[in-house]
Structure formats: C-alpha cells, structure tokens
C-alpha cells in the first residue's frame, strides 16, 4: 500500500510535468507547501487546496497521513515491530527508508533539526513527543536516522543526551563509503567514518 495519501503524490506528479522540476524538487516542493501557512495556501492552484484538506500528520509518528485517521499505514500496521523506532527528520525520510524495504520497525518525524543559526531550538521539534512514546514502554530500540550534518549530528547527539536515562538501546544509522566509489575520490571524514564503522566480513 502506499505511503503518501493521493492528493499528495497528485501535487508531485503535477510539479514533475514542468519544465526543470525533477521527482526530488517536486517532493520537496509538496511538502514545504503542506506545512506553508492557510492564507499562502488559498491563493495556490486547486491541487494544493486538496492537499491542504485532504491530509494531516499522524498523531503518534507525525508522518504524512490521510485526513480522518488518527494514525498513518505504517503505525496502523499490527506487520510493523512496535519495539523499533526510527527516528528521521522529515516524511520524505520515511519513503526513502521504505523504498529500502529493509526495515519493519515503525518511525518518529522530527520535522527539522537543531539549528541555533536558524533558531530551530528543541521545543520546535517533535522531541518531546517522543520521550513520551519511550516512557510509555514497549521500544527496545531507538535508530536514530537523522541526516549525516552539523545539524542531524547536533539533534542525534541532543536525543542521546535526553534520552541516557531511559532503558532503551539507542543506535545510529552507519555511514561509509558509497556502493560503486572511488577511495581516491571520497573526501576525508567519509573516509573516517567508513574506518570507524567497519565490520567483519561474512
């Protein structure tokens, strides 16, 4: 089943029909204009206008949902592993984990991250929210997937420090080298990292 309701995926196939608007701008296009402010939204086309009223965010994960569910597919699925969470910045995190097929574990949408520069501070992300999901019970583990920069390793290191206190295993996604890289051609902290993380062979 899919993911993005279908006044969602609508608006990114209407943005994919013009001229220098690949599949990746057209996602990043729907969502910033899912989360844009009502009166901004009222003077769009009337695909936005759908999208506006026709979808919400998933009162437990905060990911992308139809209108009148309370919960999304994937926290609604008695398939997923409700004792892994997997921690992304933004619903677009989720497809491309998804897209994956490797993880049957359910998510938590921070919706940004730390940024002091941009003053995205704590109470402006879905944190508190997910404190309260592992003080309930039932998460052995927490994946954090925020992404690999100043600001994800800033939010990663931010959610370990909250979160020492409660039994719960917190892990990190691994970073590396890409398939199909050149060593000569990966800069030096990919380098770093891909040492750092490396593993036994099989």
Not at 145 to 153: L, V, Y
């Given at each position: 089943?899919?993911?993005?309701?279908?006044?969602?995926?609508?608006?990114?196939?209407?943005?994919?029909?013009?001229?220098?608007?690949?599949?990746?701008?057209?996602?990043?296009?729907?969502?910033?204009?899912?989360?844009?402010?009502?009166?901004?939204?009222?003077?769009?086309?009337?695909?936005?206008?759908?999208?506006?009223?026709?979808?919400?965010?998933?009162?437990?994960?905060?990911?992308?949902?139809?209108?009148?569910?309370?919960?999304?597919?994937?926290?609604?699925?008695?398939?997923?592993?409700?004792?892994?969470?997997?921690?992304?910045?933004?619903?677009?995190?989720?497809?491309?984990?998804?897209?994956?097929g490797g993880f049957g574990g359910h998510y938590h949408?921070?919706?940004?991250?730390?940024?002091?520069?941009?003053?995205i501070g704590p109470e402006d992300l879905k944190i508190?929210?997910?404190?309260?999901?592992?003080?309930?019970?039932?998460?052995?583990?927490?994946?954090?997937?925020?992404?690999?920069?100043?600001?994800?390793?800033?939010?990663?290191?931010?959610?370990?420090?909250?979160?020492?206190?409660l039994p719960v295993r917190i892990t990190r996604l691994?970073?590396?080298?890409?398939?199909?890289?050149?060593?000569?051609?990966?800069?030096?902290?990919?380098?770093?990292?891909?040492?750092?993380?490396?593993?036994?062979?099989?």
């Amino acid at each position: 089943m899919p993911i993005l309701p279908q006044p969602v995926q609508n608006l990114i196939t209407a943005f994919e029909r013009l001229p220098g608007i690949g599949p990746k701008s057209a996602s990043r296009l729907t969502f910033f204009l899912l989360r844009a402010p009502a009166d901004v939204s009222k003077k769009l086309a009337e695909a936005l206008s759908e999208l506006q009223e026709a979808t919400t965010f998933c009162s437990r994960c905060f990911n992308i949902t139809s209108a009148g569910n309370v919960l999304c597919e994937i926290c609604a699925s008695p398939k997923r592993d409700e004792s892994q969470v997997c921690v992304v910045e933004e619903p677009l995190d989720v497809l491309a984990l998804e897209r994956t097929g490797g993880f049957g574990g359910h998510y938590h949408v921070l919706h940004g991250a730390l940024s002091p520069i941009e003053g995205i501070g704590p109470e402006d992300l879905k944190i508190k929210p997910l404190v309260e999901r592992i003080t309930s019970g039932g998460i052995k583990e927490l994946i954090i997937a925020t992404n690999p920069s100043m600001e994800g390793d800033a939010t990663a290191l931010y959610l370990k420090q909250q979160l020492l206190h409660l039994p719960v295993r917190i892990t990190r996604l691994a970073r590396g080298l890409p398939m199909g890289g050149d060593l000569e051609y990966a800069d030096q902290n990919t380098l770093l990292r891909a040492l750092a993380g490396r593993q036994e062979m099989e």
